[in-house]
C-alpha cells in the first residue's frame, strides 16, 4: 500500500511539474512580439516576400537576447541608417540567464530589453522560443534557420564561431554553419523558397585561440554610432546592470537614479572598452580598409570574418557588402 501511495504522489509530482513547464513555456509565446515558438516563426508557407527594394538584406544569429546587440550592434546602426535591413534573431529565449529568477517571466523581461534595444539600432528583432542553456544542432533546428534566412533573402548571414566557450554560442555557431549550402537546395524545407545564390556568411569576433585563432577579414569603425550602441546595451539592465546569470544583490539598482548612474557607468567601462580593443587589435586591418590616416584614427570597431561554407567575397564585393567602407583609391 504504502508503495503505491509513494507511485501516486510521484506520478502527481510529475504532472504538476510538467504543468509548470508548460506554463512557462506559454508565457515565452505570444504575449509579446517578437517572443515566438520557433516553430510557428519560421513554418514558412504563408510568410510574406521581403521588399526588393534593392537594398541589402542582414540577418544575424546570437544565442541568448544579447548576443546580437554586442557584436553586430554597431553595423546594425550603419546598416540601417542607409536604408538597409537587419534582422537580429535570439536563437535562445534566455529564460535561465538571470541571478535572481528564470522561466517564462525571465524570457519575457529579455525580449523586451532587446526589442527597446534594437529600436535604437534600427534593427529588427526576433526571439525564438528554445529553452536557455539547451540548443542542440539538431535537423529541426537546421530547418528553422534555414528557413529564417530564406524568409530574410539574406544577402549576409553572422553568428558565432563554432569554437566559442559557450555551448549555446558554440552550437547557433554551427546551426548558422550547417544552414550555409543548405539554404539555396531546393528540396531541403521545401515548404520556403530556396534562395538563388549563398549569401555571405560572416563570423563575429571573439578572443578564442584553440583550435584556431579569430582573422578579421572585415574591421568597421564604429565611432560616428558608438554612443547610439552603448545607449542600446543599456537598455539591457538584466545583463549589462545586474549581471546576468552571474549577478548578485548587490547589482540591482536601489532607484532610477540609481539606474541613470550605472547605465552612465557600463558606457563608460567595460562596454565601450570592448570596441577600443578590437580597434587596437585589427589596426593593420583598419588602415587596409580605411587608408593609413583614418585606419589610425579609428577608436572603437567591430571585427567580422568570412565564413568559407558560404559565398567567397572578394574585396570589392566585401566592400558593397558593407557600404559604409570607404571606396578603395
Known sequence: MNRWRWYGCGI????ILAASFGFARLATTGMLPGAVPAAAAVAGVNAPAPPTDGKLRVIAFGAHPDDCEIFVGGSTCLWSDLGHHVKLVS???GDIGHWQNAGGQLALRRTAEVRE???????????LDIHDGEIMPTLENRRTFARLIRQWN??????????DYHPDHRYTGVLVQDAAYMVTVPFFCPDTPPLKKNPVFLYSYDGFQKPNPFRPDVVVSIDSVIERKLEAMTKIVSQFI????????????????????RQEQL?????????????NNFREKLIELYGEEAGKQVRHAEAFEVCEYGRRPNAEELRRLFPFLPARK
Open 12 to 15: 502527481v509530482s510529475g504532472l
Open 91 to 93: 536563437a535562445t529565449n
Open 117 to 127: 534595444a534594437d529600436k535604437i539600432l534600427g534593427g529588427t528583432t526576433e526571439v
Open 154 to 163: 539574406a544577402d549576409i548571414v553572422i553568428s558565432h564561431r563554432p569554437n
Open 242 to 261: 545586474e549581471g546576468g546569470c552571474g549577478g548578485n544583490a548587490s547589482l540591482l539598482p536601489k532607484d532610477e537614479a540609481d539606474l541613470k548612474a
Open 267 to 279: 558606457k563608460k567601462g567595460w562596454a565601450r572598452q570592448r570596441y577600443v580593443n578590437i580597434a
